[in-house]
């Protein structure tokens, strides 16, 4: 009988999951949370844990860490699933938490994208969750305070995990070479050069990384027991040539320059090209749409305000569709601006008050504009003599809003681009009129 060999004996299991952490220790990533000393290895290590929800990228731990949790606690784990469970599912699992309860048996119950629950199964758990019949540890890539209901956010605590760095991921696939649950029984050839490029590939992501490494050994050059992976094998199997320069990161920023600086230049053609390069290169779209939406307001600004809305939802765009549909969207984004009239106005203005702010922290809020909720805050002066606006014909008044010693400073100096030129003209009325009525 042909002895099976380890490729066919261990790639039942996916590497990822095969490498799994069991114990914090051998947990990567995170230190700012379980970390010695840390607020969430604290709770752990107490098993003083309680609801909480994980919200961070994909692959950074969520549920590895929700694992390793339910066994630090001896507690019964259940795996719930937000894409393929409704609220009967959701009271068939409570019912079975609660009589884990009665023998003395906490259950942790994780809910992987916790954002995919409607509002009705969301209040599925809050009872449960209140009583203590159950953990809830909920994850998401979502920001929660927009996905998860109020009452159900404010009895979780919510920990924000961090996409892993580079050499987090390093550190991860050495770990895979080295481990025999990995490849420890191989003797794999890999150059520390091809280890970087597949963290950088990675993106902050384990589980990309770790299923990447495993293309690339099954698909090395097989001798005996020694697999030799190659630069041209790893580009074959991720499909990115342009990432392989990309060591220590330089060219990422290099691009991401040359992006900006074509579109403050007006030149679409230039930031057209450098879009394709990153995305082609294996960038993250929505980093890129970040920083178009950024630029709409640093670059563009009051010049022509529909810049943003635009790159605002290119973002959006980016977000619902991922990569390769949103280029596009993204290439419609960056030519509109490269063609918008261009003004500075909105950082120069917000550097220079937060110069102001820094340097003077403790001015005082003038009284007139100050809220006066309480009868002691009317007494002494809060609120007295505000005008409201809209009582006066012209919408405005001559009320002093910033404090006595920044009096007369000026921070948005519009440009006359593009429609900054009627925002300017505007704004010279507006500080006329307030002139002429101090001056009465």
């Known amino acids: 009988m042909e002895q099976a060999t380890f490729f066919e004996t261990e790639a039942a299991r996916p590497l990822a999951a095969r490498l799994r952490p069991n114990t914090l220790d051998e947990f990567v990533g995170q230190k700012h949370l379980i970390g010695e000393g840390k607020v969430l290895r604290r709770l752990i290590e107490s098993d003083r844990v309680s609801s ?6 994909p692959g950074v731990g969520k549920t590895t860490l929700a694992r390793i949790i339910a066994g630090a606690t001896k507690a019964k784990f259940i795996d719930f699933s937000a894409v393929t469970s409704g609220v009967r599912e959701i009271r068939q699992v409570m019912q079975q938490a609660e009589e884990n309860l009665r023998f003395g048996e906490k259950t942790i119950l994780f809910v992987d994208e916790i954002h995919r629950f409607n509002k009705a199964q969301q209040d599925a758990f809050l009872p449960f969750v209140e009583k203590g019949s159950i953990i809830l540890i909920g994850a998401t890539t979502e920001n929660p305070s927009f ?6 956010l404010s009895r979780c605590k919510v920990f924000v995990l961090q996409a892993l760095t580079e050499q987090d991921i390093a550190v991860l696939l050495n770990r895979a070479l080295n481990d025999p649950r990995g490849f420890g029984k191989l003797n794999v050839q890999i150059s520390p050069e091809l280890i970087s490029m597949l963290a950088a590939f990675a993106n902050g992501d384990a589980r990309t990384a770790l299923s990447t490494l495993e293309m690339v050994v099954l698909n ?24 392989l320069y990309d ?39 929505l980093y890129v749409a970040r920083r178009v939406v950024r630029f709409a307001s640093e670059d563009v600004g009051l010049a022509d305000p529909r810049a943003l809305e635009i790159c605002v939802a290119a973002y959006q765009a980016c977000h619902y569709l991922g990569m390769p549909e949103c280029s596009v969207h993204l290439t419609q984004a960056v030519t509109y601006l490269s063609l918008a009239p261009k003004s500075n106005a909105m950082e120069v203005a917000y550097n220079a008050a937060r110069d102001d702010a820094q340097r003077m922290l403790a001015e005082p809020v003038p009284l007139v504009i100050r809220n006066a909720p309480t009868k002691l805050m009317q007494s002494l002066g809060y609120g007295k003599g505000y005008q409201y606006a809209h009582d006066y014909a012209e919408k405005m008044t001559a009320m002093q809003c910033l404090p006595d010693s920044l009096q007369g400073r000026e921070y948005y100096r519009p440009t006359e681009q593009g429609l900054e030129g009627r925002f300017k003209e505007r704004l010279q009325q507006i500080k006329d009129w307030k002139a002429a009525q101090k001056k009465q």
């Open 247 to 285: 060591k220590n990161g330089e060219e990422h920023y290099n691009l991401i320059s040359a992006l900006h600086k074509s579109m403050r230049n007006s030149d679409p053609d230039a930031a057209i090209y450098w879009l394709a390069r990153m995305l082609e290169a294996g960038e993250d779209p």
């Open 147 to 152: 996905e998860v209901n109020g009452a159900l």
């Open 52 to 57: 909480m929800i994980f919200w961070g990228p």
């Open 220 to 243: 090395g050059e097989l001798d005996g027991d020694t697999v030799t992976v190659t630069p041209e094998s790893v580009e074959q199997c991720i499909s990115k040539k342009s990432l």
